[in-house]
């Protein structure tokens, strides 16, 4: 079995930063690639950001490109989602999510939620003025 547990949600005024961190166990760590999702209330579950284990290859949504950065510690097994310039939109439960034996990701990757078999809790980030 495979585990991933998202830490570093918390509130943050408008125009700050935070850093979400997923670390993965069990067969998570064999993942191909690693994204970040989130869901605000009332609104479908939204793909963020993806990295290919591999080659560290990135993706990114068109709303969080120069202001949100994902990264991989591979010794560590964690995947960070760095957020600078935080929006109100941005606020949502943020999901790390996981895949492993399926081609790796590209963009329209974050637009199927259902091609990734692990997921983590979520952790909640609140943005406001």
């Known amino acids: 079995q495979g585990h991933l547990v998202e830490s570093g949600g918390a509130s943050v005024q408008t125009g700050g930063s935070l850093r979400l961190s997923c670390a993965a166990s069990?067969?998570?760590?064999?993942?191909?690639?690693m994204a970040w999702f989130r869901q605000a209330p009332g609104k479908e579950r939204e793909g963020v950001a993806y990295?290919?284990?591999?080659?560290?290859?990135?993706g990114y949504v068109a709303s969080v490109k120069g202001r949100f950065t994902i990264s991989q510690d591979y010794a560590k097994n964690t995947v960070y989602l760095q957020m600078n310039n935080l929006l109100a939109e941005d606020t949502a439960v943020y999901y790390c999510a996981a895949r492993i034996g399926v081609s790796r990701c590209v963009p329209i990757s974050l637009g199927l939620p259902g091609s990734f078999g692990y997921w983590g809790r979520g952790t909640q980030v609140t943005v406001s003025s």
């Open positions: 990295i290919n284990t591999g080659d560290s290859s990135t």
């Open positions: 069990g067969s998570t760590v064999n993942s191909n690639c």
